[in-house]
């Protein structure tokens, strides 16, 4: 008799699955007859109040503080699948700013030993799905076992085209761009060239951003209910839809994202005219 009963909920289990696969590639489809971002990027604000949410919930168990990050890892995981079936071709997420390191200690242990846990299973999975992985950042400030494990992952992806997926860590916009100019005034001054060229340009600066590896991001989604840029892309946002999403990121769903595209599709040719102007 229970193993009748089990037997049904999982066939039940299996047509909702199937069901819901099918509902979102309808929505999908739908989503296609618009504009499709290149490149979405995402604030990933709300992991501390989601995971103080859920202490009620665990008291008397034995909840680990240490796992406060993970739920917002299988987040990042799932946007990152959601954005790939439909066609987006980069994605960016803000895992670590430099202002971070500021933080308690044994929080910012939990932060790390967070990524060096799910670190597999994010191996695993961009090389299921051909996700090239770029980490955007001062990389000299992660710990070497983490530098080496990035460092690894960029190498094995970077042959890799169906997505590209930068993880900033260690990462400040004003640390960006301070690194691009130093990088270009060692390569102005150190190389032999005549006096034309030692100007830097737009372009050696762009050419020197830890972002060089992307275009600019059309839409950044923000969660938590937060309206600040948090010192992320700053450079590269001039023409980015922005995006603020109540949700906290452990919670952001399918539909917060379509919401976000809907708007950006609205909002669109907005955007197209005054990139023209700039042009002119
Ligand atoms: C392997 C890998 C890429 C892992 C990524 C893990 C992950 C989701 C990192 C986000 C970390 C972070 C500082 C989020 C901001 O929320 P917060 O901690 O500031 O929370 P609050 O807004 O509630 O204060």
């Given amino acids: 008799m229970e193993k009748q009963v089990m037997c049904s909920l999982t066939r039940v289990g299996n047509v909702l699955?199937?069901?819901?696969i099918f509902i979102r590639r309808c929505i999908f489809r739908v989503l296609?007859?618009?504009p499709?971002?290149?490149?979405?990027?995402f604030i990933m604000d709300g992991n501390r109040r989601w995971?103080?949410?859920?202490?009620?919930?665990?008291?008397?168990?034995?909840?680990?503080?240490?796992?406060t990050h993970d739920a917002g890892f299988w987040a990042l995981l799932v946007m990152m699948l959601y954005c790939y079936e439909l066609g987006v071709k980069y994605v960016t997420a803000?895992?670590?700013?430099?202002?971070?390191?500021?933080?308690?200690?044994e929080e910012v242990q939990a932060l790390m030993d967070s990524m060096l846990r799910n670190f597999d299973l994010l191996k695993m999975v961009v090389e299921l799905f051909a996700v090239r992985v770029h980490f955007g950042g001062n990389l000299g400030l992660l710990s070497d076992e983490l530098r080496v494990l990035a460092m690894e992952l960029m190498k094995v992806t970077a042959g890799y085209s169906n997505l590209g997926l930068t993880i900033c860590v260690a990462y400040t916009s004003r640390d960006e761009i301070v690194h691009a100019i130093e990088e270009c005034c060692e390569q102005k001054c150190v190389r032999e060239i005549d006096d034309n060229d030692r100007v830097i340009k737009?372009?050696?600066?762009?050419?020197?951003?830890?972002?060089?590896?992307?275009?600019?991001p059309e839409i950044i989604i923000q969660t938590g209910g937060e309206n600040r840029l948090s010192n992320f892309l700053l450079w590269q946002s001039g023409g980015s839809h922005l995006c603020t999403v109540l949700a906290l990121?452990?919670?952001?769903?399918?539909?917060?994202?379509?919401?976000?595209?809907l708007n950006f599709q609205k909002h669109k040719p907005y955007f197209e005219m005054k990139k023209k102007e700039k042009q002119v």
């Fill in 249 to 261: 990121w452990p919670e952001i769903g399918l539909w917060n994202l379509v919401l976000a595209i």
């Fill in 17 to 20: 699955c199937g069901a819901s």
């Fill in 202 to 216: 737009l372009i050696d600066l762009e050419r020197n951003m830890y972002m060089a590896v992307t275009p600019d």
């Fill in 36 to 41: 499709i971002p290149n490149h979405i990027a």
């Fill in 32 to 34: 296609r007859v618009g």
């Fill in 94 to 105: 803000y895992a670590f700013s430099i202002d971070n390191f500021k933080r308690k200690p």
């Fill in 51 to 67: 995971d103080k949410k859920q202490k009620p919930l665990h008291a008397g168990t034995t909840h680990d503080a240490g796992t």
